[in-house]
Structure formats: C-alpha cells, structure tokens
Nanobody, 128 residues
Framework: QVQLAESGGGSVQAGGSLRLSCAASGYTYSPACMGWFRQASGKEREGIAAIRTGDSSTWYANSVKGRFTFSQDNAKNTVYLQMNDLKHEDTAMYYC?????????????????????WGQGTQVTVSS
C-alpha cells in the first residue's frame, strides 16, 4: 500500500519561506515521477512542480519558477518543496503525488490525472 504523507505547512507572512516534506512508503520500486500540487479555495488543482526520481530533473509551473525548489532525499524516501518569497496567492492546500509507473519517462507531467497516489495535503497560508 503506497502512502504519501505531507508535512511542513503553516502560516507565514508574505516574503517568508516554508519547506514542505512528503514521506513516501509502500513502494517496491521508486515512482518515475513525484509532483507537488496545490488547490486554493474555489479553484482547480494546479500542478506546480515535478521531479524525475531517477536523476532529479525538475519541472515547474511559471507561477512558482524561481521561487520554489523541488528536491529529494532517496535515503529517506522523502521529497521536499522549498518555498521562498511566498505571496498571498500561494495560499492553498498543498498535495504531494506520485506516478504508479517506475520506468523511465522523458518528462514529468504537471497534470493531476497523470498521478496515481496522493497525500492528504498540508495547508499553507500566506498573509499579506
């Protein structure tokens, strides 16, 4: 049973930083890709970052590029999202997700329907 558990959310003032963590368990083989998504109240879920676990290549949405960094620690089966220069519009529930396939992919999608496993989410609130 694959499980993803996010942590690290909270409240911060605009311009501040947070680091989200996502601990993965239950995998026989590492997923090809993991992603971070967010959903603000009344809005659709948005893919913001993805990482190819085989070589740590990353992809970012324009809304977070240059401010957020996706990294992984394979020894701990944990991925991280370092969020800097946070803005009020970054306020949302943040979710960690993973592909079910473990074979190599050319790129990792930011589309939610490409991901099969999801965590429960962690809330990030940025006050202006």
């Amino acid at each position: 049973q694959v499980q993803l558990a996010e942590s690290g959310g909270g409240s911060v003032q605009a311009g501040g930083s947070l680091r989200l963590s996502c601990a993965a368990s239950g995998y026989t083989y590492s997923p090809a890709c993991m992603g971070w998504f967010r959903q603000a109240s009344g809005k659709e879920r948005e893919g913001i970052a993805a990482i190819r676990t085989g070589d740590s290549s990353t992809w970012y949405a324009n809304s977070v590029k240059g401010r957020f960094t996706f990294s992984q620690d394979n020894a701990k089966n944990t991925v991280y999202l370092q969020m800097n220069d946070l803005k009020h519009e970054d306020t949302a529930m943040y979710y960690c997700a993973a592909y079910s396939r473990s074979s190599w992919v050319a790129f990792c999608s930011l589309r939610h329907y490409e991901y099969n496993y999801w965590g429960q989410g962690t809330q990030v609130t940025v006050s202006s």
